[in-house]
């Protein structure tokens, strides 16, 4: 269980797409937000940049959109630091909507410093922050950590979901006119 605090957001107009919904931009914006609020309880905040030169660089995600979000939404996201190295951590987010889930996201971010640009060691406050918040080792990640895209298995699990019904066709065929191009 993470014990860090949850980032709250609401669904906003700009964020609607054509469909009505949440466009899949926004679902990473909202996670963007979360891994500020991270970084700002780690004490990578602001301050710690501008004086460091150093900061966290995303460097892998994994996003999955499991519901859909409507305006007005109010968003809770959840974070878990699943695992951190001396240079990394790897955090889990999951985004709920009166408490169900509807998207994780997975990423994996370097502790980065510009003079000379490259992964560096996080400093040991840091690093003490980064323990006191991190999954304890007794207790297991999100099951879904670490997944890959497979479209096959999503495919099949879609279609599991909702079989498709046969369609019902005519017993003529449609006449058409000599008339129409096509």
């Known amino acids: 269980m993470s014990t860090l605090p949850s980032y709250r957001t609401t669904v906003i107009e700009d964020w609607i797409d054509y469909n009505g919904h949440m466009s899949e931009a926004y679902y990473v914006l909202a996670f963007g937000f979360a891994t500020d609020q991270v970084m700002e309880q780690l004490g990578l905040d602001a301050e710690y940049r501008a004086s460091t030169g150093c900061s966290l660089y995303t460097v892998e995600a994994h996003i999955r959109y499991l519901k859909e979000a409507s305006l007005g939404a109010a968003l809770t996201i959840t974070t878990t630091i699943v695992d951190a ?98």
């Open 85 to 182: 190295g001396p240079k990394k951590l790897h955090l889990a987010h999951e985004m709920l909507l009166g408490g169900e889930l509807i998207a994780t996201e997975e990423l994996l971010a370097l502790h980065v410093g510009q003079a000379p640009a490259g992964a560096v060691p996080f400093p040991e406050a840091i690093s003490a922050r980064i323990d006191e918040h991190s999954l304890d080792r007794r207790s297991d990640p999100p099951d879904w950590i670490g997944r890959q895209v497979n479209p096959a298995a999503r495919f099949n699990q879609l279609l599991e979901a909702k079989p498709a019904q046969p369609a019902e066709l005519p017993e003529q065929p449609p006449t058409i006119s000599k008339n129409v191009r096509l």
